[in-house]
């Protein structure tokens, strides 16, 4: 595994399932596949979407690739210490500004600082009142 540069959110992970994937967010699967985990948080948003399909064939076929990420080594970082102590001062001055980002975002949005990540999103303006967090959006 290389040094870690990214982590994906659920939008990203989730591309590759679609019928005709984004060539932007592909490309950069594709490229940075060694630098790349997700959030403890993402793990349990993907999942839990998988965990309340009906069964049949979309929901195999999810299953599968989510047992592929996972065979694949896909580091999924958890949500500790650091990222909680960085999560609440972010919370905090947030809130004193009038804003309050959802609490998943939060966590995801700190495991990336606390693990000097770039974030991978295609939902950059739900991170984009986190002070120092670096964000990409790979959909071209």
């Given at each position: 595994m290389?040094?870690?540069?990214?982590?994906?959110?659920?939008?990203?992970?989730?591309?590759?399932?679609?019928p005709m994937p984004n060539p932007g967010v592909m490309d950069g699967l594709l490229s940075h596949n060694e630098q790349c985990a997700t959030a403890a948080?993402?793990?349990?948003?993907?999942?839990?979407?998988?965990?309340?399909l009906p069964d049949g064939r979309k929901k195999q076929i999810?299953?599968?690739?989510?047992?592929?990420?996972?065979?694949a080594a896909?580091?999924?970082?958890?949500y500790e210490q650091n990222a909680a102590a960085w999560h609440a001062n972010e919370r905090a001055r947030l809130a004193?500004?009038?804003?309050?980002?959802?609490?998943?975002?939060?966590q995801?949005?700190?495991?990336?600082?606390?693990?000097n990540l770039i974030l991978v999103?295609?939902?950059t303006a739900d991170y984009s009142g986190f002070k120092g967090l670096k964000v990409e959006n790979w959909f071209s």
């Open positions: 290389g040094k870690l540069s990214y982590l994906l959110d659920s939008n990203i992970l989730s591309e590759p399932l679609k948080v993402v793990w349990h948003e993907l999942r839990y979407g998988y965990e309340r999810i299953g599968n690739y989510l047992e592929r990420l996972a065979s896909l580091p999924i970082l958890p004193n500004l009038g804003l309050t980002p959802s609490f998943a975002d939060g995801i949005a700190a495991i990336a600082q606390a693990n999103s295609r939902n």
